[in-house]
């Protein structure tokens, strides 16, 4: 006989939860709970050329970075960002002065990644903890390549820096930056002391001065630090291929979207480390892994001086992290279970046990999912906020699920809004375009007032001044007619698709297009007036938009 409900589930206690939606203080149900992604296996094999780990926030890659570390604990190590004193770097008056005159730092900051990286992989692999170790390592390289000129250059940069194995990365990158401050120093001395009384000194300096001093500077950036490094690296490799080195090293990097430098140069050390990163694969026992959001690296590549580079020179160092709705039905399963075997009972307890009941004529996983970008953080952060809401019974009821919708549809508003404030500051005045009381839409359908409302938000912004949305923007409300507008309205839209806000129908025999499962861009261009756009169910509880159940509904 059939056990009723009451007897098969226990009573939904208060604060029960299916863990944390950041993985970091995730540790009751991370481990336990793990569901195996692909880009976990290609991550961590250390034959596979792929070290991004690309994707959206709330995707999983610091889960994937800690399930890594767990399982090679004692060959994993973590560069912390915040610890490494790169705002030495932005807070120096001799690498201001370098900055001033727009020299490209790309060189020394490769080098600097290098540096740090090789001494981090010398010190965790060879266990250097003092002097006496750290002579024995440099005298095995020294016998091994004693007839090959240059790898003793390699030799000597060790030798130079044995004594700095064990200290930490902090110090480390104060003193390689302050060798090239000497010598911008030496160069530029008086004309740094007069920039530091002076802010707008660099910028009077006369064209042909100007292109002078850039010529001098380069010499120095462009000195062989970077040289002496490919040497490091090769005998490091090499003494590696002679047997002196059979251990497996991984070196993490996560945090990487975080404040730990200031803006002006972060996204110039990103684009140096992955660089860097590239040519230290001829280590093969080691693997740097940098979980990287999806905007992150946009934004690298397009804040580029390299007007060429795009984002297929990456592609064979990327990892995309995206998830089925198996895996997230299989990972809501394994942390119910978890919950309920932590609380309440020794028995298997699934998801469809606690979630029995159909919410709008629809199977309750289907109705989450559907308010989803398929990533763990929302299925994770829905699942809890509808077991808050059902507290004190012993299943979720539809309206727990609906009245948690609400807080859910907020929470994801503002992360959306958070996630691209860098790249969109203007995307809070963005959503207003989509509050028509409507979830489908043609972009023709949009009064021209809103349209032109926004843009003279945007042309009144000095924050925006200078970026494409600023230029369509004054476009708009000086151009006649409604085609600018048109055209405003299709350069945002463009927007609101990439961040997942929207999908789109570009043609009318086509399906709607949702970028956290199609392409992940589209160009405005591609867009008319008649294109449809849909708004995603998972904001319009939060812009008070809901029609009819049909809106809900993704076609894919």
């Known amino acids: 006989m059939t056990k009723q409900k009451k007897d098969r589930n226990p009573i939904i206690a208060r604060n029960s939860e299916i863990g944390a939606t950041d993985a970091e203080y995730d540790d009751a149900f991370l481990f336990t709970c793990f569901v195996d992604n692909p880009a976990y296996s290609i991550a961590a094999d250390l034959g596979n050329n792929k070290t991004l780990l690309v994707g959206r926030t709330g995707s999983g890659k610091t889960a994937i970075l800690r399930m890594i570390e767990s399982a090679n604990s004692e060959r994993c190590s973590y560069i912390s960002l915040p610890e490494m004193a790169l705002s030495y770097v932005t807070n120096s008056d001799n690498m201001n002065f370098l900055l001033q005159l727009k020299i490209d730092l790309e060189l020394f900051f490769i080098a600097l990644w290098k540096h740090v990286i090789c001494l981090e992989y010398v010190r965790s692999n060879y266990h250097i903890l003092n002097n006496d170790q750290s002579r024995n390592l440099i005298d095995k390289l020294t016998s091994a390549f004693n007839r090959d000129e240059r790898k003793k250059k390699g030799i000597e940069y060790l030798r130079k820096w044995e004594s700095k194995f064990w200290v930490t990365m902090d110090e480390n990158i104060r003193e390689i930056t302050r060798q090239v401050e000497d010598k911008v120093s030496a160069e530029f001395g008086a004309d740094v002391e007069k920039l530091r009384g002076n802010v707008g000194y660099v910028s009077a300096m006369s064209a042909v001065r100007r292109q002078q001093y850039e010529f001098r500077a380069k010499q120095i950036i462009n000195s062989d630090l970077l040289v002496e490094l490919s040497n490091v690296v090769e005998v490091l490799a090499s003494f590696e291929e002679k047997g002196g080195n059979q251990r497996v090293r991984y070196i993490l990097i996560d945090k990487i979207d975080e404040k730990w430098v200031d803006d002006k140069i972060k996204y110039h050390l990103i684009r140096a480390l992955i660089e860097a990163i590239k040519s230290l ?41 995206y998830w089925e709705k198996r895996d997230l039905f299989e990972l809501l399963n394994k942390r119910i279970d978890q919950l309920y075997k932590r609380k309440y009972t020794k028995n298997d307890v699934h998801f469809g046990d606690v979630f029995e009941n159909r919410v709008s004529q629809k199977d309750p996983f289907e109705y989450m999912i559907e308010r989803s970008l398929l990533r763990p953080r929302d299925v994770i952060s829905f699942t809890n906020l509808a077991l808050a809401s059902a507290q004190g019974k012993t299943e979720v009821a539809a309206k727990d699920v609906k009245e948690a919708e609400a807080g859910y549809s907020r929470i994801r508003y503002e992360a959306l809004v958070q996630e691209w404030a860098i790249a969109f500051p203007w995307l809070p005045n963005a959503f207003q375009i989509l509050r028509l009381g409507k979830t489908r839409f043609a972009i023709k359908d949009i009064p021209g007032n809103i349209v032109a409302e926004f843009a003279l938000e945007v042309f009144s912004s000095d924050e925006l001044k200078g970026t494409s949305i600023h230029t369509a923007a004054k476009l708009a409300l000086e151009t006649q007619g409604s085609r600018a507008l048109s055209a405003l309205a299709q350069e945002v839209l463009a927007t609101l698709y990439r961040i997942g806000a929207v999908g789109l129908k570009l043609n009318p025999n086509e399906r709607y297009r949702y970028s956290h499962v199609d392409e992940p861009s589209v160009l405005p261009a591609e867009l008319a007036d008649e294109t449809k756009v849909h708004v995603h169910p998972m904001l319009q509880r939060a812009l008070g938009i809901y029609d009819d159940q049909r809106s809900a509904r993704l076609d894919y």
Do not use: C, T
Not at 287 to 300: C, E, F, M, T, Y
Not at 304 to 321: E, M
């Open 281 to 321: 694969r001829k280590i093969r026992s080691l693997k740097v892994i940098v979980a990287l959001r999806s905007d992150v690296l946009s934004k690298v590549i397009e804040d580029s001086n390299n007007p060429g580079l795009q984002r297929d020179k990456y592609d064979d160092h990327i990892v995309n992290l």
